[in-house]
């Protein structure tokens, strides 16, 4: 079964600084996709990045970058001039195929002014 | 914009009483999912539905049914709530195609059971 870890349970960052958010998961399968969602508190969940398994280009969004290594299975987030408005619950999450997505158990990143 | 709503933010229901949780969704998607959100677990997925009148069950089914009589409507019913289904519940959407398959989630439904 495909397994999605995040090892770091909290982060912290300073206003305008960089922090990365790290993500491994297990899989047998070639073709998959790969998101990071955020949820911050109280609001709903909303995806930030994804990327196509197939791909070898890193995917941005605005202040947004993935590092996909798909040979070592990790695929970090990194948030770049961190922005008060980050501060949340961010969840890595793997797809393959019609499947339901398999969630990390997320890391709650905090941003310090 | 893909809309998915819930019927409520909050909801308070005493053990063994009968509880509905609505989800809609507007985008014609064909997958719904409920998840409940707890502390230090993540989401943990409870059941999912690939069409109209199917079901398949998740990691953790049970306590919980579920129903979807139209397209764009999936509901969670737990039977006879207990103290321990008292969570975070969020209902999210998508289309078949992987390749488009990102998940869009409702805004949840914090439930206590006392």
């Known amino acids: 079964a495909q397994t999605v870890t995040q090892s770091q349970p909290e982060m912290s960052v300073q206003e305008a600084e960089t922090v990365t958010l790290s993500c491994t998961y297990d899989t047998s399968e070639s073709d998959y996709y790969l998101f990071w969602y955020k949820q911050p508190p109280s609001r709903q969940m909303i995806l930030v990045i994804r990327q196509e398994a197939y791909k070898q280009q890193n995917a941005t969004e605005n202040r947004f970058s993935v590092n996909f290594q798909k040979a070592a299975k990790s695929f970090s987030l990194k948030i770049s001039d961190s922005q008060l408005g980050d501060a949340a619950m961010y969840f890595c999450a793997y797809r393959s195929g019609n499947t339901p997505l398999v969630f990390g158990k997320g890391t709650r990143l905090s941003v310090i002014a | 914009d893909v809309k998915v709503t819930q019927s409520s933010r909050y909801l308070v229901k005493r053990t063994g009483e009968k509880v509905f949780l609505e989800c809609v969704q507007d985008m014609d998607h064909e997958n719904m999912f409920w998840y409940r959100q707890d502390p230090g677990l993540g989401l943990r997925l409870i059941y999912f539905s690939y069409d109209v009148k199917m079901k398949e069950k998740g990691d953790i089914p049970e306590g919980y049914s579920v129903s979807r009589e139209k397209k764009e409507r999936f509901s969670l019913i737990l039977e006879s709530a207990s103290t321990n289904q008292t969570s975070m519940y969020l209902c999210?959407?998508?289309?078949?195609?992987?390749?488009?398959?990102?998940?869009?989630f409702g805004p949840g439904t914090r439930l206590t059971v006392t």
């Open positions: 999210a959407s998508s289309l078949h195609e992987a390749g488009r398959g990102e998940q869009y």
